[in-house]
């Protein structure tokens, strides 16, 4: 939820349940541990002050940044080993998972 938060700026506790496919109770435990420790904060939205959003706080920011950066390198590690072929055949199906999760 981190990176998620990291790449998407704030989120209500719905929208991050949503995102993880957990409950809200289940999500309230996470983002709980996120802000404890210093990662994330809690704010009312400006646009509706009932309810509370969730962003990354600098640590956080530098924490997802990290996160997804060695997500991205083991993947490029990854696929460096693939030939022109394989790596096309991901691609597309990249490219169809990204649609798919954008409708």
Do not use: C
Not at 55 to 61: I, K, L, M, N, R
């Amino acid at each position: 939820m981190l990176v998620h938060l990291h790449k998407r700026g704030p989120q209500t506790l719905t929208a991050l349940s949503e995102r993880g496919g957990v409950s809200p109770a289940s999500m309230s435990q996470t983002v709980n541990r996120l802000t404890s420790a210093g990662y994330a904060v809690r704010s009312r939205d400006p646009d509706d002050r009932r309810k509370v959003l969730f962003s990354a706080t600098d640590e956080g920011d530098r924490l997802g940044y990290t996160t997804q950066a060695q997500r991205s390198a083991w993947l490029d590690e990854q696929l460096d080993v693939l030939d022109a072929e394989d790596r096309a055949v991901i691609a597309r199906a990249a490219a169809l998972f990204a649609a798919i999760a954008d409708s």
